[in-house]
């Protein structure tokens, strides 16, 4: 045992050694390449006394980035993201010439400019160097990751005892719809997923041929988005979750699903609802999501961002990322790359004259890369973290191809690039888990797909609020106006005035004007739009809306670029509204009628949609083809969700075999809440049978505190908070609900 602890020993200090060779090396190349930098005194040295000068700064940078480098960026964890990725090169920088000064007699100078390069230059390689020693030594690479993860269980006072229960990984592509994926697995885009399929091989998994994995596709909400989908599936309610951004009367407020405050509001009212924290509340981590899922390990979570000092953990997951320097810089020349990526695609595209097309200047090409490179690093560094840490459930969001599809589209090359990416990323935490103190199941999974499709403005050359506005006989802009759209809205206001005053159309108007409201609110949600007015307490209805604006309703629903409108009727309940007139009231919706193209289901979600208090005064879904899988989107966006119309309804979940199969052969998996009662029922399976650590007891309403559970054999359940079960007592209650 002796003479093993002297090897492993001596590998560690052969390692070191070579990283300090290979830098000394690096810096002495360097000094000879940039004219800026220099290693000798000003009247010369020898080669040998240069090659020690190198070696000493190498030294001296190397300890400062394992020793400083961590505590700066400890310090900077409350600058924003964007710019703390900025500040890596100047920061590594300052230590490279911190270290110079520390080298005797003064003999290393570098100006700033330089001084930055070259530190970039020695992170990459000293990164670079040790990871390929690591690697080719599976020994050594298998001992650091258990230091790493014995580190991690020590800081956070756990035992690493596991009771040999699996862990589970929820790794979410945002909105990488089903067939999306099944492109990608046909195309040899994604070689890992294929293995999993039995379609390909992954290199380290299923080379026998053989399927590891399921594919179940999942049929979204009328509101197919990351916020009504993550909420659902997180904390098993997204009730009263309209759109991606709605206006409230009540409150006077306009929630949007990726404002800071919004999401906290969000979750907490779906805790509320269900008396449960969420799904991730048994030794839980939450990586990169909108909400947190109950999860006591968080970065990058929204829900968490509008907490300030030290309740706000989320910023943490950059502390634990970039404190190695080799990473930051990594990430951040991946960033610039991007961001270089970015403008050679969308100038190529303007070049081949490529349609639909939407502008991607401006700060696009940096909010795309930090999408595609830092959020996905962060991400999938804390994830290999939290497995290395034996977590027992990790939910994880990858927002990349997301991001890309929306302005190059979903079936784009640009998009396809970024599949490739989230692939490795997938391959790789697939090979950090075999290193794991505990086996993990790795689910993935999406919350929407995406349609692809041009834009209610490009092609119409309005917006939908010009329309509206139209549509009410408010003033339009001049580009509106002249649109045939846009004409025929005032027109049709216009008459619809004059015959409510009993003027004939030909006399003159005297400027004379219906009493003027408050301006109607517009929002837009992919391809689908809300409208309120604001002046009207609670939800108006048709009647009250033609009373106001005669030509509104029908100049919508008789848009060609209009599917159909839901609002309240005061005679027939809540009716659909199609072209050339069709009215159906919302009990009576089949899958014929005017949601016939929108595919099976769309009849039951808009009937739910109907039912939420905060649903608007006009819902407006965009047209659909089916033979094209097209729709408009009412913001500037060629590959849009958010509504009812093609792939953007249609998510995937990816499992492993070893788990309960998510419905019948012949069932349906329809709506995010209906996905969480799935996850939990995964849960329960690897957590074992659970039982009550104090006596039996009715259950209770949702502000009361549960009763804590702990699993058979297993670690035990941490209380988060007041509001919070673990996953495998949510669920249980939440599949008696839903019976």
Not at 186 to 191: F, N, R, S, Y
Not at 215 to 239: F, M
Not at 303 to 312: K, P, Q, V, W, Y
Request: glycine content about 12%; proline content about 6%; hydrophobic content about 40%.
């Amino acid at each position: 045992m002796l003479q093993g602890r002297w090897r492993t020993t001596g590998r560690a200090l052969l390692r070191v050694i070579i990283v300090w060779l290979v830098s000394t090396l690096t810096l002495l190349v360097l000094a000879g390449i940039l004219p800026d930098f220099q290693l000798q005194s000003d009247v010369g040295d020898s080669a040998t006394r240069t090659a020690v000068t190198a070696a000493w700064g190498a030294g001296a940078f190397g300890l400062l980035s394992a020793l400083v480098w961590p505590l700066l960026v400890r310090a900077l964890l409350l600058v924003p993201a964007l710019i703390l990725g900025l500040l890596v090169f100047f920061l590594n920088g300052s230590l490279l010439l911190i270290a110079l000064w520390l080298i005797p007699d003064g003999r290393g100078a570098a100006n700033p400019e330089t001084a930055v390069v070259v530190a970039a230059v020695m992170s990459a390689v000293a990164s670079a160097t040790s990871t390929a020693l690591a690697v080719g030594d599976d020994g050594a690479y298998r001992r650091r990751l258990w230091r790493l993860a014995d580190r991690r269980r020590r800081r956070s006072g756990e035992d690493g005892s596991h009771g040999g229960q699996p862990g589970t990984v929820f790794l979410q592509l945002d909105g990488v719809g089903h067939q999306v994926l099944l492109d990608a697995v046909a195309d040899g885009v994604m070689p890992h997923v294929a293995g999993w399929l039995g379609s390909g091989r992954s290199g380290s998994m299923a080379d026998s041929g053989q399927p590891t994995h399921r594919l179940t596709p999942w049929r979204t909400d009328w509101s197919s988005q990351t916020g009504a989908s993550q909420l659902g599936i997180l904390h098993g309610s997204n009730h009263d979750i309209p759109a991606f951004r709605w206006y409230e009367k009540d409150s006077g407020r306009i929630m949007v699903s990726n404002r800071p405050a919004s999401a906290a509001e969000l979750q907490r009212r779906a805790i509320e609802r269900t008396g449960d924290g969420g799904l991730l509340t048994l030794d839980g981590a939450s990586r990169g999501n909108l909400f947190s899922g109950g999860a006591d390990q968080l970065a990058l979570v929204l829900s968490m961002a509008a907490r300030r000092g030290r309740a706000n953990r989320s910023r943490a997951g950059y502390f634990a990322y970039f404190s190695d320097p080799a990473n930051a810089v990594r990430t951040v020349v991946s960033f610039v790359a991007d961001v270089g990526r970015e403008i050679g695609q969308s100038t190529r595209a303007r070049l081949r004259g490529d349609r639909p097309r939407v502008g991607r200047g401006g700060l696009y090409p940096l909010i795309r890369a930090f999408a595609t490179v830092v959020e996905r690093d962060v991400v999938v560094a804390a994830v290999m973290g939290d497995m290395l840490a034996g977590r027992t459930a990790v939910y994880a969001d990858l927002v990349a191809y997301d991001e890309v599809a929306h302005h190059s589209g979903p079936h784009s090359r640009d998009a396809a690039r970024v599949l490739e990416r989230l692939d490795r990323s997938v391959g790789l935490i697939a090979k950090v888990a075999e290193h794991a103190p505990r086996t993990y199941r790795i689910v993935l999974l999406s919350d929407h797909g995406q349609s692809p499709g041009e834009t209610f403005e490009g092609r119409y050359g309005l917006t939908l609020k010009d329309l509206v506005r139209a549509g009410c006989g408010l003033p339009v802009s001049r580009k509106a106006e002249r649109t045939k759209s846009g004409a025929e809205a005032r027109d049709a206001a216009r008459h619809a005035v004059l015959s409510a005053l009993h003027r004939p159309m030909g006399e003159e108007d005297t400027g004379r004007k219906p009493a003027q409201d408050s301006e109607p609110i517009v929002l837009a949600s992919g391809n689908l739009a809300l409208i309120s007015f604001p002046e009207v307490r609670g939800r108006m209805s048709r009647e009250q809306i033609d009373r106001r604006h005669p030509a509104l309703l029908r100049t919508l629903a008789g848009h060609p670029g209009i599917g159909f409108l839901l609002v309240r009727s005061e005679r027939h309940g809540s009716v659909v509204l199609g072209p050339d007139g069709v009215e159906v009231p919302v009990a009576e919706l089949g899958d014929e009628g005017p949601l016939a193209a929108m595919g099976p289901g769309a009849a039951d979600a808009v009937r739910r949609t109907d039912t939420f208090p905060h649903v608007a005064d006009i819902m407006v879904n965009s047209m659909y083809d089916p033979a094209t899988g097209r729709v408009h989107a009412f913001e500037e966006q060629i590959g849009s969700h958010g509504g009812l119309g093609g792939e953007q309804s249609r998510a995937f979940l990816l499992s492993p075999l070893v788990l309960s199969a998510p419905v019948p052969d012949s069932g349906e998996l329809v709506g995010a809440e209906e996905v969480h009662r799935v996850l939990a029922r995964w849960l329960r399976e690897g957590s074992g049978p659970q039982v009550p650590l104090g006596p039996a007891a009715e259950p209770r309403p949702a502000e009361s505190r549960p009763v804590e559970l702990r699993p058979v054999d297993g670690p035990s359940a941490q209380a988060q908070s007041g509001d919070v079960r673990p996953a495998a007592a949510r669920s249980a209650e939440g599949e008696r609900n839903s019976a």
